[in-house]
């Protein structure tokens, strides 16, 4: 991949590189679900790969109504646990649960906020900044659900 931080698009292109990440993080999640044979760990990816398609819809009608408005939840940055610190990111095996899913998920939505930051970076001070930083909030929130769901699971005090 091409270092994506030192450019900044047209609305139409930003939103394309959004569409290409989005369904890049839905091919992924698609893979992993059809590896794995654990029930839970399909689930998790199954609701992961639908949240991806529901980034990227509303990134396709935005490019038709020629503005991303409207998705409230993307307006302020969510706070993380940056548990992908201490999840290792791997391939997902065959025989993964539903921990191992859930720490897949988050690595990928790290990478998604990562790719996001680098763009907004690339735009600082120019109009596009403004939607690199809603889509970089909206992952943001995305990957709060999923630390949420794996401190509920997995780090319970009993």
């Known amino acids: 991949m091409s270092d994506d931080s030192q450019v900044c698009y047209t ?6 590189k959004a569409v290409e990440m989005e369904d890049g993080g839905f091919r992924n999640y698609l893979d992993a679900m059809r590896k794995v044979k654990d029930r839970q760990a399909q689930k998790i990816l199954k609701d992961a ?8 819809h509303a990134l396709e009608k935005a490019m038709l109504e020629g503005t991303i408005e409207g998705r409230h939840a993307m307006d302020q940055p969510v706070k993380t646990m940056n548990l992908d ?6 391939e997902l095996p065959p025989n993964a649960d539903a921990r191992q899913a859930l720490a897949y ?10 790719f996001y ?5 690339g735009c600082e001070g120019a109009p596009m900044a403004s939607i690199f930083e809603k889509l970089l909030n909206d992952e943001t929130r995305h990957l709060q659900q999923l630390e949420d769901l794996y401190e509920k699971i997995f780090m319970t005090e009993n």
């Open 11 to 16: 609305y139409e292109a930003a939103l394309e």
């Open 49 to 56: 790969a639908l949240d991806e398609l529901d980034h990227k």
């Open 105 to 114: 998920a988050i690595h990928l939505e790290k990478n998604a906020i990562d």
């Open 85 to 90: 610190y201490v999840l290792h990111q791997e």
């Open 117 to 121: 930051k680098k763009m907004q970076s």
